[in-house]
Structure formats: structure tokens, C-alpha cells
């Protein structure tokens, strides 16, 4: 659900296209402490609260393997932001800026991203710290993050091509 609010002076909206589904699947839920957006952080610390990443079936078996790294990286909908701001003023200080020049949870299509440490896993559930969503927040994808991703895959051509 998009919550309607007014927009801040300099900010503007545009009318949304048509959706067109890209066939994304939420693999799970993102319990946190946080009801509200003004009371979430920011950006999320490695020191901050434990949260859950509840994962569904049929996806429960990609957990394995995950605590081999201590960071990962976790992909989720902010679906409670609303898509058709284009520019925005951030901390309501007048100055307006492109969404894509901003971490704004305001975008056309609201997809967070967060590099968390690893605090565990317990059946269904990774425990995470660095989260900055509220609780109930569909969950898209976990990753290990790609600092910590070893093997490196070997050199391609196209790793090599500069214009």
C-alpha cells in the first residue's frame, strides 16, 4: 500500500505507466522493530537491533550455505513508499534532487538494499544486524556480499573491454 502525502516545496511527481510485471517473487518477510517510517534509521548499523529474514517455502533449502559469510547482502520491496516522486527534497531542506542521485526509499521501482552482518540462522530464519525497513517488509533476494564472494569467477573478455 502507497501512502498518499503532500509534497515538499521544490519536490515533483509524475504520472506512473502502466505497470508491467517482471515476474518478481517475494521469498520471504523482514521482521524489525520499526512501525514507522520516521522512527526507521536511515541507513542501518552493524551494531543495531537483531532482525529476522523470515524466509518462505519453497525457499527455506537456499538458506544452506549462508553462514559461511559474515556479510550478506538483502534485496527488498519498500512497499509502503510511494513511486512517482522524480524529484525529491531530502530532510525537507528545500534543496530538491533527482531520486536516482538519493537512497531514498521513494522511487519508481522501491527496491532496498542492504549489506548486513550475519548473526545466525535458525530453520527458517537468518538473524541480521544493518537493516534500515520496517517490520513486514517483503524480502526479494539474500546474497553473500560480493566483497566476501570467493571464488572470484575467472577473467571473461568482457571484464576487459573499455571504450
Same mark, same amino acid.
Given at each position: %500500500?502507497?501512502?498518499? %502525502? ?9 504520472? %506512473? ?147
Amino acid at each position: %500500500m502507497v501512502r498518499e %502525502m503532500e509534497l515538499r516545496q521544490g519536490e515533483v511527481s509524475v504520472d %506512473m505507466p502502466s505497470a508491467r510485471d517482471a515476474g518478481l517473487v517475494f521469498i520471504g518477510r523482514i521482521r524489525t522493530p520499526w512501525t514507522s517510517r520516521l522512527a526507521t534509521p536511515r541507513q542501518g548499523r552493524h551494531d543495531g537491533p537483531v532482525c529476522r529474514l523470515e524466509i518462505f517455502e519453497p525457499w527455506v533449502a537456499a538458506i544452506k550455505g549462508v553462514d559461511f559469510y559474515s556479510n550478506l547482502e538483502v534485496l527488498y520491496w519498500l512497499h509502503q513508499s510511494r513511486r512517482d516522486i522524480v524529484l525529491q527534497s531530502p530532510k525537507n531542506n528545500g534543496n530538491t534532487r533527482g531520486t536516482f542521485s538519493l537512497r531514498s526509499p521513494v522511487r519508481p521501482n522501491p527496491i532496498g538494499t542492504s549489506i548486513v552482518k550475519l548473526v545466525g540462522v535458525e530453520g527458517n530464519v537468518i538473524l541480521v544486524r544493518g537493516l534500515d525497513c520496517l517490520d513486514e517488509t517483503p524480502l526479494i533476494d539474500v546474497k553473500p556480499d560480493r566483497c566476501e564472494f570467493t571464488p572470484l569467477a575467472p577473467p571473461q573478455s568482457g571484464d576487459f573491454e573499455t571504450e
